[in-house]
């Protein structure tokens, strides 16, 4: 009988099984891939992450073999802001991590710490007593069906979540997704610090070194554009560039390498999910996903993995009832992500409204403002002090620019 048991080994899932086998619970947490493995991810580590990683003194095993970047070029139609946020929890760099090293890291912390970690492992099935979950029904490869029981299951196995699945846990606030990715690893690149260029035509393309000396190169598209895209994905991916970057298209193609096959994305749909009940819990992208626009993926799977680690501990010690532990943790989880989350979906159409293109060009324009909004996008500076009335009010008057009508009504 385990205190927790944690489906997905991943991001959100071994950082959990980690902490909470610190604080000696008995952890079993299953993955069906073996480790190191590779997953679909843009790697975007943003300082809030990495305060999480040094907190739980991981954070140089975590990176290992990944380079920092300190700047940042991101031009949205037309507009362009080249520079960092002020430091972050003490952090003036970030990282872009491959997941084969990088999940392999949180693996082995929670391993190290204590918890029972099964590889190689599928859930097929979640154990009932009554309307509470009690277990799961795993099998390891081709092995028999076995059967675990906890407290509590977690699901920290993705968007796709079986554990999410099989409780019936309802979407809300669900808005579709807009794009597609397709990413590979480039070497013979010198492209400095990372980019994020987002042309006129509803296309977007970016770039982050990575481990091993490779560039991160994508490129993004409105998903009705897919099949024609996949036609010849070398071919568009040389295009979008030349059209979102042009000046970095001609070294891509005389000096570029690409190293890996292109890694194809729909987006999933952005959503929250009922996240917590009787016996059963999700986080990371199990109960909360957005556009990966501004990055923040892998550091909100940081930040709510520690948050239920501190909820479920409250709840299994006798501190807290447990299923109100877990509800403190759901509703914690969606008050601190209101704000990044209509962020994300405002932006991440590829097409600007009249109030944010104002906002924007305005921000573009002051090199404080420039601070604050790379500040935001990393989860630093809170969106509801960003656009605050009476800063965007100094920030049009000191640029001299002015509001979109419905700004300036």
Known sequence: ???????????????????????????????????????????????????????????????????????????????????????????????????????????????????????????????????????????????????????????????????ADKVGAEMYDRHPGGCFIYYSYFSGLDWTGAHHRTGFGHEQMGAWPTNDGLTLVATMARREKLRSYRRDVEDNVAGTISRCAPELVEELRDTGVREERWRPMVYPDNYYRRSAGAGWALVGDAGYHKDPFTGQGMSDALKHAGLLADRLHAGLSGEQDLEAALAAYVRERDERTHHTFRFTLAISELELSAEWDAIFRAAAASPEYTRKFFGMVAGGVPGEEFFAPDNLAWLFETTGMSPAPALAG
């Open 1 to 163: 009988m385990y205190d927790v048991i944690v489906v997905g080994a991943r991001v959100a899932g071994s950082p959990l099984a980690m902490l909470l086998a610190r604080r000696g619970h008995d952890v079993l947490v299953v993955d069906r891939a073996s480790f190191p493995s590779d997953t679909v991810s843009s790697h975007f580590m943003q300082q809030t992450g990495l305060a999480r990683l040094r907190e739980w003194g991981i954070l140089d095993r975590a990176l290992a073999g990944c380079p920092p970047f300190r700047n940042i070029t991101l031009t949205y139609t037309g507009i362009e802001f080249d520079g960092f946020a002020d430091p972050i929890d003490g952090f003036t760099e970030t990282y872009a991590p491959r997941r084969t090293s990088f999940d392999a890291a949180l693996v082995d912390a929670a391993r190290e710490a204590g918890a029972d970690v099964r590889e190689n492992t599928a859930v097929e099935d979640l154990l009932w007593e009554g309307d509470r979950v009690v277990g799961i029904r795993a099998r390891e490869g081709d092995g028999p069906a076995y059967e675990a029981r906890a407290r509590v299951v977690v699901g920290a196995d993705g968007a796709n979540s079986i554990v």
